[in-house]
C-alpha cells in the first residue's frame, strides 16, 4: 500500500474509536458511582438502624450519611413491633450523565430493638 491509498485512514479510525472510548469511560464512570453510592447506602441503613433501636432519631442520622436524593424507610417488626427494626435506603444514580432512565440502589438492615430502661 502507499502513502496515497493510506491517507486520511487515521482519521475514520478516531472517528469510530473515539465515541466508544467515551462511552465505556461513561459507563466505568456510572459504575463506580453506583458502588460508591452503595457503600454510603448500607452505612445509612446500618447507622440508622443502631440508632433507632436505641430508641433515637435513626431516620435523621441515616439521612446525614446516605447520598443525595436518597428515600430512607423505617419499619418495625410486623409480628411485634417492640422486636425489631427494619431501615431501608434506597438511592437513584444517573446513567450515562442521566440522559438515560436511573439505577436504583438500595440496602436494608435490621436491627433488635434493645429494652428501654427509665431512671
Do not use: H, K, W
Not at 104 to 117: C, F, K, L, N, S
Request: hydrophobic share 50%.
Amino acid at each position: 500500500m502507499s502513502v496515497r491509498q493510506d491517507r486520511g485512514s487515521f482519521t475514520v479510525e478516531l472517528a469510530g474509536g473515539l465515541p466508544a472510548l467515551m462511552l465505556l469511560l461513561l459507563f466505568g464512570l456510572t459504575a463506580i458511582s453506583a458502588v460508591t453510592a452503595r457503600g454510603r447506602c448500607v452505612d445509612a441503613a446500618r447507622e440508622g438502624a443502631i440508632i433507632e433501636a436505641r430508641g433515637g432519631p435513626g431516620a435523621d442520622r441515616a439521612a446525614g450519611i446516605a447520598p443525595p436524593g436518597a428515600t430512607i424507610t423505617i419499619t418495625p417488626d410486623a409480628a411485634d413491633p417492640a422486636n425489631s427494626v427494619t431501615v431501608t435506603v434506597e438511592a437513584p444514580i444517573p446513567v450515562l450523565g442521566g440522559s438515560l432512565p436511573r439505577l436504583t440502589v438500595r440496602a436494608r438492615a435490621v436491627a433488635a430493638r434493645e429494652p428501654v430502661i427509665y431512671a
